[in-house]
């Protein structure tokens, strides 16, 4: 079982519509979870951070965090063509904060 | 300010060359991490510094994979006798502070990767 899942999609969604984007993980441990967006040929770029259960809003994006069930979720409203990108998600290890595990990502297609 | 940077961009490399990749954090930033990640794939963790010592070098696929940060900012990447499966994207990330204490970490800034390709 790797660390931490997503599905690879393609998600592919109209413009105006909302995407959303699911990540578990498998370290019941886990303090700290983050989603960055990585464009094709591009180095991946922090959208939102989250450390504690429930929503975390940051304009048009929400984080969404569910500890008991080692869920992380990311929702961004009025999708643009402009977030059409690869959405990783990526959380730290109990036994080493230090170490990071990132999932393999989920395509987003947003179409106009 | 700056971002953090990284060089060169792009290496080719025949096999059983060695290569060293070179990470510039941002200014202050005392962890620095290093990252491989293939096409399609998500980074995978290789080493983290907390300022110039190496804490965790757990990530690190095999001893022709050696990391440095002498001198507290700037790093180092180094593998030696390169192979085909080494070729990836190599990915440098800081953060300001130490890894706190009950898991909570800053957020890394990753730079822009070394490609590298082993012929």
């Known amino acids: 079982q790797k660390e931490v899942e997503q599905n690879s999609g393609p998600l592919s969604v109209p413009e105006g519509a909302i995407a959303s984007l699911n990540c578990t993980y498998s370290?019941?441990?886990?303090?700290?979870f983050f989603w960055y967006r990585q464009y094709s040929g591009k180095s991946p770029e922090l959208i939102m951070s989250?450390?504690?259960?429930g929503d975390k809003e940051d304009g048009r994006f929400t984080a969404q965090l569910n500890k008991a069930s080692q869920y992380v979720s990311l929702l961004i409203r009025d999708s643009q063509p402009s977030d059409s990108a690869t959405y990783l998600c990526?959380?730290?290890?109990?036994?080493?904060?230090?170490?990071?595990?990132f999932g393999s990502g989920t395509k987003l297609n947003v179409k106009p | 300010g700056a971002g953090v940077s990284q060089s060169p961009r792009y290496k080719v490399a025949k096999r059983g060359q060695d290569v060293a990749l070179r990470c510039d954090p941002i200014?202050?930033?005392?962890?620095l991490f290093w990252y491989q990640q293939a096409l399609g794939q998500g980074p995978e963790f290789l080493t983290y510094?907390?300022?110039?010592?190496?804490?965790?070098k757990s990530g690190l696929p095999s001893d022709r994979f050696f990391a440095e940060r002498p001198e507290g900012s700037v790093s180092t990447l180094k593998i030696q006798r390169t192979q085909q499966e080494d070729s990836a994207v190599y990915l440098c990330?800081?953060?300001?502070?130490?890894?706190?204490?009950?898991?909570?970490?800053?957020?890394?800034?990753f730079g822009p990767g070394t490609r590298l390709t082993v012929l």
């Open positions: 990330a800081s953060s300001l502070g130490p890894i706190l204490s009950g898991g909570v970490v800053d957020t890394q800034y």
């Open positions: 990526a959380v730290n290890g109990r036994n080493n904060f230090n170490k990071f595990y």
């Open positions: 200014s202050g930033h005392v962890s």
């Open positions: 370290d019941r441990g886990s303090q700290s």
């Open positions: 989250i450390y504690s259960n």
């Open positions: 510094f907390q300022n110039e010592a190496q804490l965790d």
